[in-house]
């Protein structure tokens, strides 16, 4: 099994920065990607940032040149470094791990971006 835990939401004004983190552990060999996606209330899940294997990295349009994503293998741990925040980020934001074909979800942390 694979458990992920996340780290780092917050209330944030708009302009200010949020790092989330993402511990991974269990059977987490094979990993294909990992990665962030957000839910906000009444809308549906939408992919962020993600990252593969092999270091590439996908962004969500409405957050290229705000967020970073980045990994630290050693650690089984995903950041995402969020600056420039604004009030449209406010969602839950849930970690993921792909691996096999199958995905793997945290628990969500919030992200409230208000003045």
Do not use: H
Request: net charge neutral; aromatic share 10%; proline share 3%.
């Amino acid at each position: 099994q694979v458990q992920l835990v996340e780290s780092g939401g917050g209330l944030v004004q708009p302009g200010g920065s949020l790092r989330l983190s993402c511990a991974a552990s269990g059977t987490i060999f094979g990993i294909d990607a990992m990665g962030w996606y957000r839910q906000a209330p009444g809308k549906q899940r939408e992919l962020v940032a993600r990252i593969s294997s092999g270091g590439s990295t996908n962004y969500a349009d409405s957050v290229k040149g705000r967020f970073t994503i980045s990994e630290d293998s050693a650690k089984d741990t995903v950041y995402l470094q969020m600056n420039s925040l604004k009030p449209e980020d406010t969602a839950v934001y849930y970690c993921y791990l792909r691996r096999f074909g199958e995905n793997y979800w945290g628990q969500g942390t919030q992200v409230t971006v208000s003045s």
